[in-house]
């Protein structure tokens, strides 16, 4: 069995460095917060990359672009948790410069990547 293609793409690199920055960060938190919020901004930026690799993994195009537009929904849910995580001051600054970036590139070719599946793009 060789290795998943959905490695090779860019938008999956991007949701797994945002998914590995946020556990960095939500490691460091106290228990109450970490078990609330830490939990669901977690499976949250992590569902972004799982929902890409299992569409990917569909061979249907309909299916990815479905699984596509769940990660995009996953994706919002992070932004909803981060601006959260920022009003209680459990984000710093600091580490809001870190995510934001991420972000910014990977909501574009979110969209971009959703927008190529069965255009021969994918």
């Known amino acids: ?8 793409l860019q938008v999956y690199k991007l949701s797994e460095k945002l ?3 946020i556990w960095k960060i939500v490691l460091r938190w106290d228990n109450f917060p970490k078990d609330t919020i830490g939990k669901q901004i977690i499976r949250a930026a992590d569902s972004i990359g799982a929902n890409i690799a299992e569409g990917r993994g569909r061979y249907n195009f309909q299916d990815n672009k479905r ?3 769940i990660a ?11 601006r959260l995580a920022y009003r209680r001051n459990l984000l710093t600054n600091e580490q809001v410069n ?6 910014e590139e990977l909501s574009p070719k979110l969209n971009a990547y959703l927008n190529s599946i069965g ?4």
């Open 119 to 122: 255009n021969g793009n994918d």
């Open 72 to 82: 995009r929904g996953s994706m919002n849910e992070t932004i909803h948790w981060m």
């Open 1 to 8: 069995m060789g290795r998943p293609d959905f490695e090779d």
């Open 67 to 69: 699984f596509v537009k």
């Open 19 to 21: 998914g590995n920055e």
């Open 98 to 103: 870190i995510l934001k970036p991420i972000i």
